[in-house]
C-alpha cells in the first residue's frame, strides 16, 4: 500500500506545535517545556523528507524566532542542526524501535541545549535555567505518544 501525501496534516501539526512553543507559560514551567516543534519536524522530516527539507526547516524556525522575539537566526540554526542529523541518519532511524528513537532524539535535544548556551552566552544574554535541562527528558518520553499520534492519523489516509 501506498501511504497519500497528507500536506494538511502536516502543516496542522506544525501550526499546533508552533503556538505551543510561543504559548506564555509561568517561568519554571517555561524551563520544562520540551523543544515541541522540534519533535514535529523531525516526524515529518522523516516521513516526507522531499517535502520537509532543511530550507523549509529554517523558514520554520525563522517564523518561531520572529514569534518568540529571540535573535533572529537562533531557532531556525537549532532546527537545522536538529533536522539535518535527522536527515542524515534517516535510513537507520527510520526502523528503530520507538523508544530507541526517543533516546536518539533526547541526545539530539541535549545537543541543542549545549548549542543554545553556547549562542546565548556569545550573545551575552541570560543563559537558560538549570530547569530547562530536562525538557529533553520529557521529549523523550513524549515522542512515542507524538509519533503513535500522528502516524496514526496520517495511516488512515492509506490508498487501498
Request: proline share 6%; no cysteine.
Amino acid at each position: 500500500m501506498i501511504r497519500r501525501d497528507t500536506p494538511l496534516l502536516r502543516w496542522i501539526s506544525i501550526a499546533l506545535a508552533f503556538v505551543l512553543m510561543v504559548l506564555p507559560m509561568p517561568a519554571w514551567l517555561q524551563a520544562l517545556r520540551p523543544f515541541v516543534l522540534a519533535l514535529v519536524v523531525v516526524f515529518w522530516a522523516l516521513e516526507t523528507p522531499k517535502h520537509m527539507g532543511l530550507f523549509r526547516v529554517m523558514l520554520i524556525g525563522l517564523f518561531l524566532d520572529l514569534a518568540g522575539f529571540t535573535l533572529l537566526g537562533e531557532s531556525a540554526l537549532r532546527l537545522l542542526v536538529i533536522a539535518g542529523l535527522v536527515l542524515q541518519f534517516r535510513s537507520q532511524f527510520r526502523f528503530y524501535p520507538v523508544w530507541q528513537q526517543a533516546l536518539f532524539l533526547m541526545a539530539l535535544l541535549y545537543i541543542d541545549m549545549m548549542l543554545l548556551w553556547v549562542l546565548r552566552a556569545v550573545q551575552q544574554v541570560p543563559l537558560p535555567s538549570l530547569e530547562s535541562w530536562l525538557s529533553p527528558i520529557l521529549a523523550f518520553l513524549l515522542w512515542p505518544w507524538l509519533h503513535m499520534l500522528l502516524d496514526n492519523i496520517r495511516m488512515q489516509n492509506r490508498l487501498k
